[in-house]
């Protein structure tokens, strides 16, 4: 069993947290990863809630490819109007699926940073 009974305050980052979407970094393939090294509890909140699982990363892979393919085609402008929509609640008051990967990722885009997905 992956969380169980496990809950940990100095190990674990809670999605209540105002800085728990800059702890994480996601990449191309679907895995989830501490953004620093130096951040055990994002690796272990990443092992004791089984956010690596294979179904989570193939879901989180897919999504990213789903964006990937389109990037080239769209200016600056419409990736920042894109991230500003993903940013916000829908009807019901949800979030997009896997909004925080594909921000990320966006992000990245636009910046042109070390990471490119092809």
Avoid: H
Wanted: net charge negative; proline share 3%; hydrophobic share 40%.
């Amino acid at each position: 069993m992956l969380k169980d009974e496990w809950y940990d305050t100095a190990l674990m980052v809670s999605p209540l947290r105002e800085d728990c979407e800059t702890r994480f970094l996601f990449i191309e393939n679907g895995d989830m990863l501490p953004a620093s090294e130096a951040d055990p509890a994002a690796q272990m909140t990443i092992e004791k809630l089984g956010l690596n699982i294979g179904k989570l990363r193939t879901m989180r892979s897919k999504a990213i490819d789903g964006i990937t393919d389109v990037l080239d085609a769209l200016t600056s402008e419409e990736i920042k109007a894109w991230i500003a929509g993903l940013q916000k609640t829908n009807s019901e008051g949800c979030f997009e699926p896997f909004c925080q990967t594909l921000i990320q990722v966006l992000q990245i885009y636009i910046k042109g940073d070390q990471v490119k997905f092809d």
